[in-house]
């Protein structure tokens, strides 16, 4: 590798890690995506890339990383749940759960799940769950995108949660708090 090469690439990590330092300061809602595969097994992972795409029909933009097993699961099984957790609860340990501390089934063991008529597991005291089939997927680099119609929606709680850095805040309007907190 030349010089030329070697400076590129410098130039490529630093980008990397500035846009990764960037989207930390990026308020978002924390929910677990939830899904079984064909043999019956639980798989999740705790997402803030989730976001909606539009009301007629209903339907999330849901971003996973193809090295998840969760992306496997829920390419087969076409369907998941979106799970939005609650402010100040036992979830804020879930979310960190579901991000890699436990892997597999084991996760599923702690929290309030359930599982919906057509055997998909949800959190049954989430703030809001958002069910949802695959309707289409579009593989860019290391991540598939996933669109979800939604099909079933229940609403629990008016509260949301969103992370700003590192640090949790608790808001109606979370981009106004945010906009404030920058």
Known sequence: MDVTEQKATLNEVRLNEAFREAMRRFATTVSIISCSDEEGRLHGMSATAVASVCVEPPTLLICINNSTATRGALSRSGRSCVNILRVRSFHSELSQVFSGKMRGDDRFRLGNWDRAADGLPFL?????????????????????????????????????????????IQSPIPFLMAANTL
């Open 124 to 168: 049954a005291d989430a703030q809001a769950n958002l069910f949802c089939h695959v309707d289409r997927t579009l593989d860019y680099q290391t991540h598939t995108l996933f669109l979800g119609r939604v099909y079933a929606s229940e609403r629990k709680s008016k509260l949301m949660r969103c992370f700003i850095r590192t640090e949790s």
